[in-house]
């Protein structure tokens, strides 16, 4: 183009305008091929030359073209910047026109969009020696463009629509909102919403758009019912569309649906159901009241989408009004309960509340909703729950327990346990909400507890250091008296040898003095030497009871068993004994000893225990009897002596077999003893590996029984148990 432009100037340059059509001729087969229309006009305004393409373009034969002028053409361009005479104007001014986008109204009455480009060819005088005129066609941009703006328009529509359901929903307002916007925007006459009732067999009409001028039929249609509309029932309940572009053109049906819109001015109409959780629900739709309508494709999409942005926000309706159901009976729960609840925002601002937080904290409901949570704490607590709260929000935890210390309005200080929660709304975080807990009690019970605990650790310590002390002590003692135990029956054992002697001399020189060798005794003398000699025996018997209690210890008495007839044995005895018997006038009896009982012990030592028994028995009894009984136990055999003398008062049982005791009372003082007899009979009894014991009364009389295994057993720690036994 730029080339042509180039070549008609250099021709004009001549100063030889013919010469523009004869360098034409030569670009003229290219000029015929290009798909744009190109016109050279002289100055004359005629046409001087024109491609088919600009025939075409303009619906004109090329002939008659040529035969044209351009204002000719001009009467066929409808520019929409420039008014025609404009056009014209700018024409004769000379000026120039660059890529206007006009509308050619074809001969045939069709028509097309050009971008029209008109240029004057000067000559070297400044003169027009021609004008070029370029058109080329953009309808099919044009139509393009159009559709864009359509689909932009629809969008926009579609996004403004949406953005009404969106947030907190004023459910009545943003349907009224629709049905408007849908209702300028397709130049329709009304827009109406029909919601199925709860027997689904009628359609109530429950919101609609009129365009200025267009009579409501919101009363008219409030409750329609379905079952008369057959054809509508059939489409809405299958998901169809329900379409009529003029209702008076009864050749496609004469339905009831049709009769009626007709008799209320309804000529089109074009209506989609709406799904509410994939149930039809009710109906969106559009009338149009002016003229017949074929309804176009955008119309179609358009109720359709809108249809399911309302069922969408039914749904959500739905949801909402049952979850504010539920918060209400949630809420009404809340305030029943003894547990405070909380819900704050974001910031820690109390948005909701029951009336058991106000008790717990003692503020007023007015006070907490001005207050914010942290207005609540110390500065230690504040930091540990803004710290706590943030974890929550970080790591998007759904739930803490907290406990914290808190000042009740009147100064007092109480101590709570708090869930924490994350709040949500849709799927934002706005807040934290909780239950909280006076757990004061618990608290001192817990410091108690804890004090109490460490206390009572305290008091154990000390006392487990006495315990030990003591033990220690107690140890050390054992220790010691073990060592000087042992001392003192080695000591004794051979110390008595030397004890004995002395009296062996004393027992003897007395014998001598009293059987009158050394000349005759006076009776005061006599009594003396009397007295001297019982002491001596009185002295030598308790020597050689301890003597034998210390050899029993240090373990350097062995027993040498024997059969021994026991009634022989019995009776060998008591011959000894028969005289004191006599003379205190007691009865003796012996039981169950038969001839042939054998039993096996050391004849020595049990001879020394029966005589002891015995002796006791005629000692501490002035009257009455004095029983032996026999009998075999099932390991060994058993001797009960029985008399019916002073008897023991039972404080003074534990006295019995200890070294050195006697029960204190005026006759035992009266009877000699030493009170060794019954500890050493004990030792005797217990290395046969038997075992002694009594039962008594005070004033009625004693028995006591022994009982000696057959076989008796060999106890190596005898010793150091009868010692310790002694404690
Ligand atoms: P002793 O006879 O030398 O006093 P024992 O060791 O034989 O020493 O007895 C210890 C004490 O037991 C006696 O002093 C006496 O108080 C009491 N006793 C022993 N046998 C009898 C008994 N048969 N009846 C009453 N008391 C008895």
Redesign the pocket.
């Known amino acids: 183009m730029e080339e042509i432009n180039s070549k008609i100037k250099e021709a004009c340059n001549d100063g030889q305008g013919n010469r523009i059509l004869e360098s034409l001729e030569f670009y003229k087969e290219f000029i015929e091929l290009v798909n744009f229309a190109f016109l050279v006009i002289n100055p004359d305004n005629k046409i001087a030359y024109c491609n088919s393409t600009a025939a075409n373009l303009f619906g004109i034969d090329n002939g008659e073209l040529k035969s044209l002028t351009i204002f000719d053409l001009f009467s066929q361009i409808r520019s929409y910047t420039f008014e025609e005479e404009s056009l014209v104007q700018n024409y004769n001014d000379g000026k120039s026109i660059n890529n206007e986008v006009v509308q050619i109204k074809r001969k045939n009455n069709s028509q097309i969009w050009m971008n029209l480009c008109l240029k004057p060819i000067l000559n070297e005088n400044e003169q027009i020696t021609c004008t070029i005129l370029t058109g080329l066609d953009i309808s099919g941009m044009k139509d393009y463009e159009n559709q864009l703006n359509q689909i932009m328009n629809f969008e926009k529509l579609i996004t403004s629509i949406s953005s009404q359901f969106l947030g907190t929903l004023d459910f009545n307002k943003a349907i009224k909102d629709t049905l408007k916007r849908i209702g300028i925007s397709k130049m329709v006459s009304r827009v109406y919403l029909f919601s199925f009732d709860e027997s689904n067999e009628y359609l109530i009409n429950t919101h609609e758009w009129c365009a200025e001028g267009i009579e409501t039929h919101i009363d008219f249609f409030r409750k329609t019912p379905l079952n008369k509309f057959p054809s509508v029932k059939e489409n809405i309940l299958s998901g169809k569309f329900v379409s009529i572009e003029n209702s008076l053109d009864f050749s496609k049906g004469s339905s009831n649906l049709r009769k009626i819109l007709s008799s209320r001015c309804v000529r089109a109409t074009l209506a989609y159901p709406i799904y509410t959780n994939g149930i039809i629900s009710g109906i969106l739709g559009f009338d149009d009241e002016k003229k017949p309508r074929v309804w176009a494709p955008e119309d179609y999409s358009l109720i359709k989408v809108v249809s399911q942005i309302i069922g969408n926000a039914l749904e959500r309706k739905i949801d909402e009004d049952k979850i504010q159901e539920s918060e209400e009976k949630y809420r009404n729960i809340l305030e029943s309960i003894k547990e405070g609840y909380f819900e704050v925002d974001l910031y820690g601002n109390f948005t909701f509340f029951n009336d058991a937080l106000c008790e717990i904290t003692g503020y007023s409901r007015e006070n907490l909703l001005n207050l914010n949570y942290s207005e609540l704490y110390d500065d230690d607590t504040r930091q540990y729950l803004y710290e706590e709260f943030n974890k929550l929000l970080k790591i998007k935890n759904v739930f803490k327990m907290l406990e914290y210390p808190q000042k009740k309005k009147n100064g007092e200080l109480i101590y709570l346990e708090s869930s924490a929660y994350l709040k949500y709304d849709v799927n934002a975080i706005t807040g934290f909400k909780g239950f909280v807990r006076d757990v004061s009690e618990r608290k001192k019970g817990e410091f108690l507890r804890r004090s109490f605990n460490q206390k009572l650790e305290e008091k154990v310590l000390i006392r487990t250091n006495q315990l030990t002390e003591a033990l220690d002590k107690q140890k050390l003692y054992l220790d010691q008296i073990i060592k000087s135990s042992y001392f003192k029956t080695e000591f004794l054992a051979t110390m008595s040898h030397e004890l004995r002697t002395p009296l062996n001399s004393i027992i003897g020189f007395t014998d001598l003095l009293l059987e009158g060798i050394y000349g005759n005794l006076n009776p005061e003398q006599l009594e003396f030497i009397k007295d001297i000699k019982s002491s001596a025996e009185h002295q030598f018997d308790m020597i050689s009871q301890i003597l034998d209690i210390s050899k029993i210890e240090s373990g350097q008495i062995s027993l040498k068993f024997e059969d021994i007839h026991l009634l022989d044995f019995m009776n060998n005895i008591l011959s000894t004994l028969r005289s004191l018997i006599n003379e205190k006038k007691l009865v003796l009896e012996m039981k169950g000893i038969k001839k042939k009982h054998l039993i096996k012990a050391d004849p020595h030592k049990l001879k020394h225990i029966i005589e ?2 015995l ?3 005629i ?3 002035e009257k009455g009897y004095i029983i032996i009984e026999f009998s075999y136990y099932k390991n060994g055999w058993e001797l009960l ?1 029985k ?1 019916s ?4 008062a039972e404080e ?1 049982f534990r ?3 200890k070294d050195f ?3 204190k ?1 005026p006759f ?1 003082d009266s ?11 004990k030792r005797i009894i217990e290395l046969h590996g038997g075992r002694i014991s ?1 039962s ?1 009364k005070l004033g009625e ?2 028995t ?1 029984r022994i009982r000696i295994p057959n076989e008796p057993k060999k106890n190596d720690t005898f010793v150091i148990e009868q010692f310790l036994g002694k404690l």
Not at 645 to 648: D, F, H, L, P, V
Request: hydrophobic content about 45%.
């Open positions: 002891n028994l002796n006791n028995a000692k501490f009894t002596i008399d003398g002073i008897g023991i003074n006295l019995i077999f005791k006697r029960v009372s035992v009877t000699p003893g030493s009170g060794l007899g019954l500890a050493l009979t009594f008594s009389g004693t006591f």
